[in-house]
């Protein structure tokens, strides 16, 4: 069960580069990651590139408040192998405590930087030096808070609205002020504002596209639109009051988010579950994975103008969600797991429910195949398109599907194994093009292979408890990381845990935040018509972008 | 909840109060606005995908006469407010709203639209806490996320509303001191680094984090199992 420290290099020339008092190993079936290193400010350009030379991808960039400075926390990771491991720099208050920290920007080596920075600026107010547009990222530009300082004590009553009229004020001017001299500039090109209300953007993204013609030349993803200060909120919050965020994290798929934050605190924790609550686990993850790719399916063909397999896939959705109901008694935003457990057990008529959706499902899938994958209509539209080379994927931090598609075989069940998935026989499909297609093809097989899971596992679920005994309601002082493969990609929480009742700090590294950083290279040369199928491709819940 | 005395645009309770008395006019219009609605394809969050979900193949929300929906403002005559409202995207729900023709309804689905849900606590900074603190609504329909029955119960009793003649909208006032409930908020204070570091070393030695699974599982699980 102890795992074994895999020696790497970065590890040899990170002793070789910093104080050994600054390096501590941890257990990665605990901590989640390998090792950390706290880094001195000037050198972690220099540690950076060093990463990238050796194939690290950034996994993502936070920030945690401590009353003498701010700790701004990097997670490296590879493809293949877990082989997690986290820097750490200080970004220095100054005496009051106020947001004065500063710190290096690495956006010149890694663009998933860009938006990470931009983040912790937003959040923090620490400024990235040499970042070349720090601007906010989640709150509106004029807003004048870091909420996730701890010197930030909430907003006085009814500011809600207060704010709210300030910004139907400001609104109209906001645009002009942004981008005056780049419209006024260049005739041929223009700007489009596609979004926040959008019926395609899946939710409320803005897309700023810089048109020449019907030609895209550049764009820029605004988000923000549906921040819901999730991380916040869990900061006041103890911890199994946090269930309800992890449910509405990604509503789509919310089953595997329960699922990230169930291991982390079993970890911090050290709770081995029973087998029957990871056979369920696995189960009703699986099932939810399909209903989400369904979901996917159904509404990215809608936008590329088939609206009958969106009918199709509902169709489908809805008796996922039937047996999904009869087990969690919710359709959509689940919050059925458990610390050790899941909320109750699974009724008798699920088993002979799935026992037929399997077969029927197959046989559906074989209608897909039909109907979409063979078309010769849709391959002509989407081969070829939105391309996304292993180099962006690798710069921008893409995990998931839109990373399978590009020829990777990364899945973390795989990479980095939870639950029964090590004794579970699936394949990991990857296509090797990149394009809208092979992104396609890679989540219809994700569905093969799941019902493939299924399949194994529903003869095999064993008797016994449904949950764990009695546990502590505060989790151990530490920092603790875990991360699963959710629809989406790769999702992880990042936990500082002070000993209280509730976190210190939970970070949530969500997978489509990422992804959707990497539309920005995606885009230009694409016609605007295929603006939709490139956005839709990459399978985007905005909430979880904006958290 | 306190209604608006005078929004001055929301004064359709009595129709036609003028010289000539159209009521029989008015009410055969409003039948057909109440059989022909046409909501804004529009969404913010979970509740979204139940909407689509609603007008997909099992709930059909096309049986009722309601499920032509339009993407652009300026041809919908009912907006679903369905999801979180953060305040960033509060400027464009108003001017969508504004950019509807009227007459036009509007519902709130689920709890964030009605009043914050479950994304409320005291002291909080990101959303707006019920969409009819900037425009009016005619039916809230409670539920995170509602299901599709209860959404298309929802627009059936907005129906029923425009066809009686009562749609006027509920708006409450822009200032609401009391949103936010007096639960005492447990902001955390910062702590200090070097003592958060500490205990990692000497204190309480190691026995939190190093021991692998097996040796802190037996911890645990010791206490007798609360069922």
Redesign the interface.
Known sequence: ???TLVKTNIKDWLLETIKPEEFSE??L???GILFEALVPQNKIAEVAREYFSQGYFLESITAV?????L?IVYHFNQWGPAKRSCIKILAPKNAS?APIATAPSITSIYKAADWFEREIFDMFGVVFQGHPHLKRIL??ESST?H?L??????????S??E???K??K??AETFEITYPQSIKQQNNHYYLNMG????STH??LRLLLHLDGERVLDAEPVI??????HE??M??QNYLACW??FG?LD??GAMSYNFGYALLIEK?????PPPRVEYIRVLTTELNRIASHL?WM??FLLDLGGFTP???C??D??KVLDILEAATGE???YDYFRF?GVDHDIPQEMVPAIKKFIPAFKERLRDYDKLVTKNVIFEHRTKGLGLLSKENALAYGVTGPALRGSGIAMDLRRDEPYSIYPELDFNIPTRTDGDVYSRYVVRVKEMEESLKIIAQIIDKIPAG?F??????KNV???EYYSSVESTRGSFGIYLVS?GTL?P?RIRLRTPSFSNLNAIIDMLPGCLISDVIAVLGSTDIV??EI?R | MEIDKNPDYLNTQSPAPGLVNLFRVEDVLNLARANSLWPL??????C???L??GG???FDMDRFGFGV?R?S?RQADLMIVA??I???????I???YDQMPSPKYVIALGGCATAGG??K?????????GID??IPVNVYVPG??P?PEALIAGIMELQKQIKEGKTQGVMSP???????DGRP??????????D?RK??DPAQGK???????????A?????????
């Open positions: 069960m102890v795992s941890k257990n079936k605990v901590a408040d401590f009353s003498e400075c700790e405590g709150l509106p808070i909420p300082l701890k010197s930030f004590k909430g907003e006085p009553k009814g809600d609205v704010q709210c009229l910004l139907l400001e609104d926040p209300q959008h019926p939710g409320v923000g639109y549906s921040h819901r200060h916040k909120m900061e006041i309800p965020n509405r509503y789509v911090a924790m050290g709770v081995v979901l159904g509404t969106f009918f199709y509902f169709d959705r809805e359709r959509l935003t050790g408890d949950k764990s005994g009695k546990l502590p151990p002082k530490g002070d509730n210190y905005l909430p904006d | 394809t529009f969404g913010l969050a979970c979204a995908i139940e689509m979900a997909a193949a099992r929906f993407p403002p999801g979180t953060s305040r960033k995207m509060v400027p464009c108003k001017t969508l479950p994304f606590y005291p002291g909080q900074y990101a959303i707006l806490e603190k900037i995170c996320p299901r822009a200032s609401v001191q009391d949103s936010q908020a447990d902001y955390k204070n910062a702590i200090s680094r070097a958060f205990p990692f026995p939190p984090a190093p021991p692998a699974p097996p040796a802190a599982a911890t645990p699980a010791a206490p007798t199992p609360s069922a």
